[in-house]
Protein backbone atom coordinates (compact mmCIF):
# COMPACT_ATOMS: atom_id res chain seq x y z
CA UNK A 1 0.00 0.00 0.00
CA UNK A 2 1.21 3.73 -0.47
CA UNK A 3 1.12 4.69 3.16
CA UNK A 4 1.21 8.47 3.76
CA UNK A 5 0.50 8.81 7.42
CA UNK A 6 1.39 6.33 10.28
CA UNK A 7 -0.78 7.06 13.72
CA UNK A 8 0.67 4.89 16.45
CA UNK A 9 -1.09 4.47 20.14
CA UNK A 10 1.63 4.72 22.48
CA UNK A 11 1.87 2.80 25.67
CA UNK A 12 1.75 -0.88 24.87
CA UNK A 13 1.87 -0.40 21.05
CA UNK A 14 5.27 1.95 20.77
CA UNK A 15 6.71 0.96 23.80
CA UNK A 16 7.45 -2.15 25.56
CA UNK A 17 6.66 -3.31 28.91
CA UNK A 18 9.39 -1.11 29.98
CA UNK A 19 7.91 1.38 28.72
CA UNK A 20 10.94 2.28 26.53
CA UNK A 21 10.80 2.73 22.99
CA UNK A 22 13.65 -0.37 21.43
CA UNK A 23 16.44 0.30 19.26
CA UNK A 24 14.97 -1.42 15.95
CA UNK A 25 11.49 0.61 16.93
CA UNK A 26 13.07 3.90 16.76
CA UNK A 27 15.28 2.93 13.76
CA UNK A 28 11.96 2.01 11.84
CA UNK A 29 10.21 5.02 12.58
CA UNK A 30 12.56 7.22 11.30
CA UNK A 31 13.50 5.85 7.89
CA UNK A 32 9.51 5.48 7.75
CA UNK A 33 9.98 9.65 8.02
CA UNK A 34 13.27 9.68 5.71
CA UNK A 35 10.98 8.19 2.78
CA UNK A 36 8.20 10.55 3.43
CA UNK A 37 5.94 8.55 5.21
CA UNK A 38 4.32 11.11 8.34
CA UNK A 39 3.72 9.87 12.14
CA UNK A 40 1.19 11.17 14.54
CA UNK A 41 1.36 9.62 17.94
CA UNK A 42 -1.84 9.03 19.21
CA UNK A 43 -2.51 8.14 22.85
CA UNK A 44 -4.60 9.19 26.00
CA UNK A 45 -1.74 10.76 27.56
CA UNK A 46 -1.57 14.42 27.99
CA UNK A 47 0.71 16.72 25.21
CA UNK A 48 3.19 17.46 27.67
CA UNK A 49 3.08 14.24 28.87
CA UNK A 50 4.15 13.56 24.87
CA UNK A 51 6.52 15.81 23.92
CA UNK A 52 9.94 13.32 24.64
CA UNK A 53 8.82 10.72 22.75
CA UNK A 54 7.91 12.71 19.78
CA UNK A 55 11.62 14.78 20.14
CA UNK A 56 12.89 11.28 20.44
CA UNK A 57 11.40 10.01 17.42
CA UNK A 58 12.22 13.37 15.35
CA UNK A 59 8.86 14.25 14.45
CA UNK A 60 9.93 18.13 15.44
CA UNK A 61 12.32 17.82 12.46
CA UNK A 62 9.71 15.64 10.21
CA UNK A 63 6.18 17.56 10.61
CA UNK A 64 4.86 14.73 12.76
CA UNK A 65 2.13 15.48 14.73
CA UNK A 66 0.69 15.24 18.58
CA UNK A 67 -2.78 13.88 19.05
CA UNK A 68 -3.13 13.89 22.79
CA UNK A 69 -5.86 13.08 25.31
CA UNK A 70 -7.03 10.53 22.95
CA UNK A 71 -8.11 13.05 20.73
CA UNK A 72 -8.86 15.92 22.93
CA UNK A 73 -5.93 17.75 21.26
CA UNK A 74 -4.21 17.53 18.08
CA UNK A 75 -0.48 20.01 17.63
CA UNK A 76 1.77 19.95 14.45
CA UNK A 77 5.39 18.75 16.35
CA UNK A 78 7.38 21.07 13.81
CA UNK A 79 5.62 24.41 13.74
CA UNK A 80 4.15 24.03 17.25
CA UNK A 81 0.73 24.45 15.38
CA UNK A 82 -2.56 23.67 17.44
CA UNK A 83 -4.73 22.11 15.12
CA UNK A 84 -7.78 21.23 17.32
CA UNK A 85 -8.51 20.78 20.69
CA UNK A 86 -11.70 20.58 22.49
CA UNK A 87 -12.11 21.32 26.30
CA UNK A 88 -14.12 20.33 29.21
CA UNK A 89 -16.67 23.12 30.41
CA UNK A 90 -15.30 23.81 34.43
CA UNK A 91 -18.63 24.38 35.83
CA UNK A 92 -18.92 20.46 35.34
CA UNK A 93 -16.01 20.13 37.54
CA UNK A 94 -17.99 20.39 40.99
CA UNK A 95 -20.68 17.88 39.76
CA UNK A 96 -17.51 15.46 38.72
CA UNK A 97 -15.89 15.76 41.63
CA UNK A 98 -19.21 15.00 44.41
CA UNK A 99 -20.13 12.05 42.68
CA UNK A 100 -16.69 10.53 42.24
CA UNK A 101 -15.89 11.57 46.45
CA UNK A 102 -19.77 10.22 46.93
CA UNK A 103 -18.06 6.85 45.72
CA UNK A 104 -14.91 7.05 47.60
CA UNK A 105 -13.07 7.79 44.26
CA UNK A 106 -10.01 10.39 43.43
CA UNK A 107 -10.44 12.89 40.79
CA UNK A 108 -7.79 14.69 38.94
CA UNK A 109 -6.94 16.71 35.78
CA UNK A 110 -3.81 17.94 33.97
CA UNK A 111 -3.02 21.60 33.48
CA UNK A 112 0.30 22.14 31.33
CA UNK A 113 2.85 19.78 32.75
CA UNK A 114 1.08 19.65 36.19
CA UNK A 115 -1.39 17.21 37.57
CA UNK A 116 -4.42 18.68 39.91
CA UNK A 117 -5.53 15.92 42.24
CA UNK A 118 -8.06 16.20 45.51
CA UNK A 119 -6.56 13.29 47.19
CA UNK A 120 -3.03 13.23 48.17
CA UNK A 121 -0.78 10.14 48.26
CA UNK A 122 -2.59 8.09 45.71
CA UNK A 123 -0.28 5.51 43.88
CA UNK A 124 -2.28 5.75 40.98
CA UNK A 125 -1.61 9.31 40.28
CA UNK A 126 2.10 9.22 41.50
CA UNK A 127 2.15 6.31 38.78
CA UNK A 128 0.62 8.78 36.13
CA UNK A 129 2.60 11.76 36.79
CA UNK A 130 6.01 9.31 36.69
CA UNK A 131 5.03 8.26 33.38
CA UNK A 132 4.42 11.98 32.06
CA UNK A 133 7.45 13.50 33.69
CA UNK A 134 4.48 15.98 35.57
CA UNK A 135 4.37 17.46 38.89
CA UNK A 136 1.30 16.62 41.45
CA UNK A 137 -0.73 19.61 42.37
CA UNK A 138 -3.10 18.39 45.62
CA UNK A 139 -5.94 20.79 46.51
CA UNK A 140 -8.12 20.50 48.86
CA UNK A 141 -11.17 21.00 46.18
CA UNK A 142 -10.57 20.49 42.86
CA UNK A 143 -13.76 22.40 41.67
CA UNK A 144 -12.77 25.77 43.03
CA UNK A 145 -8.56 24.95 41.86
CA UNK A 146 -9.57 24.24 37.85
CA UNK A 147 -10.57 27.61 36.76
CA UNK A 148 -9.69 26.50 33.40
CA UNK A 149 -11.57 24.06 30.88
CA UNK A 150 -9.44 21.42 31.35
CA UNK A 151 -9.30 18.69 28.27
CA UNK A 152 -10.22 15.83 30.27
CA UNK A 153 -10.71 14.80 33.82
CA UNK A 154 -9.78 11.30 35.64
CA UNK A 155 -11.55 8.93 38.19
CA UNK A 156 -9.34 6.63 40.39
CA UNK A 157 -10.38 3.48 41.83
CA UNK A 158 -9.54 0.15 42.53
CA UNK A 159 -13.45 -1.34 42.78
CA UNK A 160 -13.96 -2.06 39.56
CA UNK A 161 -17.14 -2.95 40.19
CA UNK A 162 -18.58 0.38 41.67
CA UNK A 163 -16.19 1.90 38.75
CA UNK A 164 -18.27 0.31 36.49
CA UNK A 165 -21.60 1.54 38.16
CA UNK A 166 -20.34 5.01 38.23
CA UNK A 167 -19.18 4.52 34.49
CA UNK A 168 -23.08 3.32 33.19
CA UNK A 169 -24.82 5.65 35.09
CA UNK A 170 -22.71 8.54 33.63
CA UNK A 171 -23.27 7.21 30.46
CA UNK A 172 -26.96 8.04 30.64
CA UNK A 173 -26.26 10.83 32.81
CA UNK A 174 -24.14 12.38 30.87
CA UNK A 175 -25.25 12.28 27.59
CA UNK A 176 -25.10 14.76 25.13
CA UNK A 177 -22.79 16.47 27.32
CA UNK A 178 -19.99 14.50 27.95
CA UNK A 179 -18.53 11.26 27.21
CA UNK A 180 -17.24 8.23 30.39
CA UNK A 181 -15.33 5.46 29.16
CA UNK A 182 -12.52 3.07 30.81
CA UNK A 183 -9.13 3.41 29.74
CA UNK A 184 -7.49 0.89 32.30
CA UNK A 185 -9.48 -1.00 35.06
CA UNK A 186 -8.51 1.44 37.62
CA UNK A 187 -9.29 4.52 35.26
CA UNK A 188 -12.59 6.21 33.73
CA UNK A 189 -12.43 9.21 31.96
CA UNK A 190 -14.58 12.04 31.15
CA UNK A 191 -13.79 13.50 27.94
CA UNK A 192 -15.93 16.47 25.92
CA UNK A 193 -18.81 14.92 23.89
CA UNK A 194 -17.91 12.65 20.60
CA UNK A 195 -14.10 12.85 21.34
CA UNK A 196 -11.84 9.77 20.62
CA UNK A 197 -8.92 9.07 18.14
CA UNK A 198 -10.77 8.41 15.07
CA UNK A 199 -12.98 12.29 14.96
CA UNK A 200 -9.56 13.96 15.57
CA UNK A 201 -7.75 12.06 13.26
CA UNK A 202 -10.26 12.60 10.84
CA UNK A 203 -10.01 16.43 10.72
CA UNK A 204 -6.19 15.82 10.43
CA UNK A 205 -6.67 13.68 7.13
CA UNK A 206 -9.08 16.51 6.13
CA UNK A 207 -6.56 19.09 6.20
CA UNK A 208 -3.20 16.91 4.93
CA UNK A 209 -5.57 16.00 2.47
CA UNK A 210 -4.40 12.29 2.82
CA UNK A 211 -7.59 9.98 2.17
CA UNK A 212 -7.77 6.53 5.02
CA UNK A 213 -6.60 4.42 2.53
CA UNK A 214 -3.00 5.92 2.60
CA UNK A 215 -3.23 5.32 6.34
CA UNK A 216 -1.86 2.94 8.97
CA UNK A 217 -2.80 2.57 12.60
CA UNK A 218 -1.38 1.05 14.90
CA UNK A 219 -3.35 0.01 18.64
CA UNK A 220 -3.65 -2.53 21.11
CA UNK A 221 -6.65 -1.00 23.63
CA UNK A 222 -10.38 -0.13 23.07
CA UNK A 223 -9.77 3.65 22.71
CA UNK A 224 -7.68 2.48 19.59
CA UNK A 225 -10.66 0.79 17.59
CA UNK A 226 -11.85 3.45 16.04
CA UNK A 227 -8.84 4.52 14.25
CA UNK A 228 -8.01 1.16 13.38
CA UNK A 229 -11.32 0.95 11.95
CA UNK A 230 -10.84 4.03 10.23
CA UNK A 231 -7.33 3.43 8.43
CA UNK A 232 -7.07 1.80 4.93
CA UNK A 233 -4.49 -0.35 7.04
CA UNK A 234 -5.42 -0.71 10.83
CA UNK A 235 -3.27 -3.33 12.88
CA UNK A 236 -3.60 -4.71 16.40
CA UNK A 237 -0.85 -5.85 18.40
CA UNK A 238 -0.97 -9.22 19.56
CA UNK A 239 -0.88 -8.12 23.25
CA UNK A 240 -4.27 -6.41 22.67
CA UNK A 241 -7.50 -8.09 23.76
CA UNK A 242 -9.87 -10.31 20.96
CA UNK A 243 -11.97 -7.64 20.40
CA UNK A 244 -9.79 -5.47 19.64
CA UNK A 245 -7.86 -8.26 17.11
CA UNK A 246 -11.52 -8.39 15.52
CA UNK A 247 -11.23 -4.77 14.16
CA UNK A 248 -8.03 -5.49 12.72
CA UNK A 249 -6.91 -6.05 9.65
CA UNK A 250 -4.13 -7.38 10.70
CA UNK A 251 -2.37 -8.81 13.70
CA UNK A 252 1.79 -7.77 14.33
CA UNK A 253 3.88 -8.90 17.28
CA UNK A 254 3.39 -8.04 20.75
CA UNK A 255 4.79 -4.65 21.66
CA UNK A 256 7.79 -6.34 23.54
CA UNK A 257 8.57 -8.10 20.17
CA UNK A 258 8.75 -4.91 18.19
CA UNK A 259 5.68 -5.14 16.69
CA UNK A 260 5.39 -1.76 15.57
CA UNK A 261 8.78 -2.35 13.95
CA UNK A 262 7.82 -5.09 12.14
CA UNK A 263 4.67 -3.78 10.39
CA UNK A 264 7.15 -0.71 9.12
CA UNK A 265 9.46 -2.76 7.82
CA UNK A 266 7.28 -5.49 6.14
CA UNK A 267 4.48 -2.77 4.82
CA UNK A 268 6.55 0.34 4.10
CA UNK A 269 10.28 0.23 4.07
CA UNK A 270 9.59 -3.02 1.70
CA UNK A 271 7.14 -1.59 -0.88
CA UNK A 272 9.68 2.14 -1.24
CA UNK A 273 12.83 1.71 -3.04
CA UNK A 274 14.87 4.95 -2.33
CA UNK A 275 15.77 5.72 -5.52
CA UNK A 276 12.03 6.43 -6.20
CA UNK A 277 12.18 9.16 -3.72
CA UNK A 278 12.46 13.00 -5.23
CA UNK A 279 15.85 14.13 -3.99
CA UNK A 280 14.32 16.97 -2.56
CA UNK A 281 12.74 15.12 0.15
CA UNK A 282 15.76 13.61 0.83
CA UNK A 283 17.96 16.39 1.44
CA UNK A 284 14.72 17.94 3.52
CA UNK A 285 15.17 14.81 5.75
CA UNK A 286 18.38 15.37 6.39
CA UNK A 287 18.74 19.04 6.73
CA UNK A 288 18.82 18.73 10.76
CA UNK A 289 21.70 16.11 10.86
CA UNK A 290 25.57 16.67 10.13
CA UNK A 291 24.80 15.67 5.98
CA UNK A 292 22.88 19.75 6.49
CA UNK A 293 25.45 21.13 9.20
CA UNK A 294 27.50 20.56 6.24
CA UNK A 295 26.05 21.90 3.46
CA UNK A 296 25.71 18.66 1.72
CA UNK A 297 23.10 18.10 -1.22
CA UNK A 298 22.47 14.88 -2.98
CA UNK A 299 22.22 15.47 -6.45
CA UNK A 300 21.66 11.84 -7.99
CA UNK A 301 20.50 8.38 -6.36
CA UNK A 302 20.82 4.69 -8.45
CA UNK A 303 21.39 1.43 -6.97
CA UNK A 304 24.88 1.74 -8.42
CA UNK A 305 25.86 5.28 -8.01
CA UNK A 306 25.28 7.96 -5.48
CA UNK A 307 26.06 11.89 -5.79
CA UNK A 308 26.32 15.04 -3.81
CA UNK A 309 27.79 17.99 -3.24
CA UNK A 310 29.17 20.48 -0.76
CA UNK A 311 30.53 23.81 -0.60
CA UNK A 312 34.55 24.64 0.37
CA UNK A 313 33.54 27.24 2.89
CA UNK A 314 33.05 28.35 6.51
CA UNK A 315 31.93 24.59 7.82
CA UNK A 316 34.29 22.38 5.25
CA UNK A 317 37.40 24.71 5.77
CA UNK A 318 40.72 24.63 7.24
CA UNK A 319 41.79 28.07 8.73
CA UNK A 320 44.23 28.54 5.85
CA UNK A 321 41.08 28.50 3.26
CA UNK A 322 41.52 24.62 1.46
CA UNK A 323 39.20 21.82 1.96
CA UNK A 324 39.22 19.97 5.83
CA UNK A 325 40.00 16.47 5.16
CA UNK A 326 37.64 15.85 7.53
CA UNK A 327 35.03 17.02 6.17
CA UNK A 328 35.69 15.04 2.77
CA UNK A 329 35.81 11.85 4.67
CA UNK A 330 31.53 12.86 6.05
CA UNK A 331 30.93 13.82 2.48
CA UNK A 332 32.61 10.19 1.53
CA UNK A 333 30.60 7.86 4.74
CA UNK A 334 27.56 10.09 3.44
CA UNK A 335 27.05 9.34 0.33
CA UNK A 336 28.68 5.62 0.86
CA UNK A 337 25.96 5.37 3.57
CA UNK A 338 23.00 6.43 1.62
CA UNK A 339 23.94 3.85 -0.65
CA UNK A 340 23.92 1.05 0.97
CA UNK A 341 21.19 1.58 2.88
CA UNK A 342 19.32 1.58 -0.48
CA UNK A 343 20.72 -1.96 -0.65
CA UNK A 344 19.81 -2.75 2.95
CA UNK A 345 16.83 -5.03 3.51
CA UNK A 346 13.75 -4.07 5.54
CA UNK A 347 14.97 -6.07 8.44
CA UNK A 348 18.61 -4.80 8.66
CA UNK A 349 20.76 -2.16 8.97
CA UNK A 350 23.50 -0.20 8.09
CA UNK A 351 26.98 0.99 10.14
CA UNK A 352 29.74 2.73 9.04
CA UNK A 353 33.06 0.57 9.82
CA UNK A 354 36.07 1.71 7.83
CA UNK A 355 37.14 5.17 6.42
CA UNK A 356 40.44 5.42 4.24
CA UNK A 357 41.07 8.49 1.79
CA UNK A 358 44.04 9.56 -0.05
CA UNK A 359 44.11 13.42 -0.76
CA UNK A 360 45.51 14.35 -3.96
CA UNK A 361 45.41 18.37 -4.38
CA UNK A 362 43.08 20.70 -2.96
CA UNK A 363 39.70 22.64 -3.10
CA UNK A 364 39.39 26.30 -1.97
CA UNK A 365 37.06 28.34 -0.15
CA UNK A 366 34.33 29.38 -3.11
CA UNK A 367 34.46 25.95 -4.69
CA UNK A 368 31.90 23.10 -4.08
CA UNK A 369 33.01 19.80 -4.58
CA UNK A 370 30.97 16.74 -5.82
CA UNK A 371 31.19 13.00 -4.03
CA UNK A 372 31.20 10.02 -6.39
CA UNK A 373 30.50 6.79 -4.94
CA UNK A 374 30.45 3.57 -6.56
CA UNK A 375 29.87 -0.13 -4.73
CA UNK A 376 32.80 -2.19 -5.50
CA UNK A 377 31.81 -5.12 -3.40
CA UNK A 378 28.73 -6.54 -2.04
CA UNK A 379 28.21 -9.29 0.78
CA UNK A 380 25.93 -10.22 2.72
CA UNK A 381 27.93 -8.71 6.03
CA UNK A 382 29.69 -5.88 4.30
CA UNK A 383 29.47 -3.31 1.59
CA UNK A 384 32.77 -1.33 0.11
CA UNK A 385 32.13 1.78 -1.80
CA UNK A 386 34.60 3.60 -4.20
CA UNK A 387 34.11 7.55 -3.40
CA UNK A 388 36.01 9.76 -5.80
CA UNK A 389 35.61 13.74 -4.61
CA UNK A 390 36.27 15.99 -7.27
CA UNK A 391 36.64 20.02 -7.71
CA UNK A 392 33.63 21.75 -9.51
CA UNK A 393 36.48 21.85 -12.58
CA UNK A 394 36.31 17.83 -12.12
CA UNK A 395 40.48 17.64 -10.71
CA UNK A 396 40.25 15.21 -8.20
CA UNK A 397 40.69 15.97 -4.80
CA UNK A 398 40.54 12.80 -3.08
CA UNK A 399 39.87 8.70 -3.45
CA UNK A 400 38.17 6.93 -0.62
CA UNK A 401 37.32 3.93 0.10
CA UNK A 402 33.96 3.15 2.75
CA UNK A 403 33.68 0.09 4.58
CA UNK A 404 30.11 -0.49 5.76
CA UNK A 405 28.35 -3.54 7.92
CA UNK A 406 25.27 -4.45 7.35
CA UNK A 407 23.71 -6.60 10.72
CA UNK A 408 20.28 -7.76 10.96
CA UNK A 409 18.14 -5.18 13.22
CA UNK A 410 17.62 -5.86 17.15
Excluded at 129 to 136: S, V
Excluded at 337 to 357: A, F, H, I, K, L
Aim: aromatic content about 6%; glycine content about 6%.
Amino acid sequence: MNCKLLVLDVDETLLNHEKKITTRTKTAIIKAQQVGVQIVLASGRPTYGLFTLAKQLELDKNQGYILSYNGGQMINMQTGELLFEKRINPAMIPYLERKATKHNFALFTYHHNTIIANTPDNQRIRQEATLNGMTINVVPNLAEAVDFSPHKCMVVGDDEEALTVLENSWKKRLAGTLDAYRSEPYFLEIVPKYIDKAYTLSILLEKMNIQPENVIAIGNGVCDVTMIQLAGFGVAMSNAKESVKACADYVTESNDKNGVALVIEKYILASIRLTEIPLEQINLSARHALVGNLGIQFTYASYDRIEATMPVDHRTRQPFGILHGGATLALAETVAGYGSMMRCRPDETMVGMQVSGNHLSSAHEGDTVRAVATIIHQGQSSHVWNVDVYTSTDKLVSSIRVLNSVTKRK
